[in-house]
């Protein structure tokens, strides 16, 4: 039901199964599989690191964010928020 | 300084200028321009539509989720936020 | 089966559903809709209009592309191409 | 002047800076460093990987859908071109 958030454990389980599909392109690489194909490997690293990227942003907005707008203090983090957003969103 | 913010003017300014883009697109295919250069003006057009939607994800963080936040009752905005970047950030 | 190519008649139908979404964004804008269903009309403008990019990316490798490569000159062609695809996919 | 074409050399050196990138990452998330400086590398990973991709692309382009064209079998090529061009373009 909710899809973001994602704990330290989570994240960095993420992470490692992204370092091992990088290690696999580089051994499609190595060993001249079909581009088509490569680059379809290369898609869902892509689409796996920003997964994970959501989930940091998640997190940023349900602590950093949330407890700046509490006291009171939020326009700078949501200011540095859409900047993260729009370099996410790349652009 | 601060990029994002936009008022409602600016919006709507912003939308009739996308919308004058989407007719000269019209125009270039009618005179079968060269597709290079109708995709590069799509390219700018569709640049101008995601200032647009940053403009607006902005606008909703600013007021709607931060109220939220002030009244407690900022979980579901999260949530709801988070699935509007996702889906903003094309996936 | 084959869900790119789009001939003159189906990308001026398109572009021209595009505009009316566009006017559709400001009639939203205009009444103060909510951001998020704003931003979720925006997102589908947006679809359309890069679908209408990958009609245009296809013709232009189906006929300028291919026919360079026949005739030996594809080289400058392919570098065209790839520069467009970079631009298109957004970086 | 050409900037997608990259010999396997390059790609595999590219792919190794990448894994050093994810690395990278996971000892941020371990240290607990500040979200916003973990999106922005990973950020720069992602743009790390579709520049990859793009040399891919460009691979493809140059090899293998040029000798189809050139041997008149370039329909199925050019189809599958644009679905992968498409699918690296995020739709």
Same mark, same amino acid.
């Given at each position: 039901?909710?899809?973001?958030?994602?704990?330290?454990?989570?994240?960095?389980?993420?992470?490692?199964?992204?370092?091992?599909?990088?290690?696999?392109?580089?051994?499609?690489?190595?060993?001249?599989?079909?581009?088509?194909?490569?680059?379809?490997?290369?898609?869902?690293?892509?689409? $796996?690191?920003?997964?994970?990227?959501?989930?940091?942003?998640?997190?940023?907005?349900?602590?950093?964010?949330?407890?700046?707008?509490?006291?009171?203090?939020?326009?700078?983090?949501?200011?540095?928020?859409?900047?993260?957003?729009?370099?996410? $969103?790349?652009?």
């Amino acid at each position: 039901m909710y899809g973001y958030a994602m704990k330290k454990k989570e994240l960095q389980d993420r992470l490692r199964r992204i370092e091992g599909q990088i290690r696999g392109l580089q051994r499609m690489v190595d060993e001249d599989q079909y581009c088509v194909d490569v680059i379809t490997q290369l898609n869902s690293a892509t689409a $796996a690191l920003r997964a994970v990227g959501l989930g940091l942003l998640d997190e940023h907005v349900r602590h950093c964010v949330r407890e700046s707008i509490e006291k009171g203090e939020g326009d700078e983090k949501v200011e540095e928020l859409m900047s993260a957003v729009a370099r996410f $969103a790349g652009r």
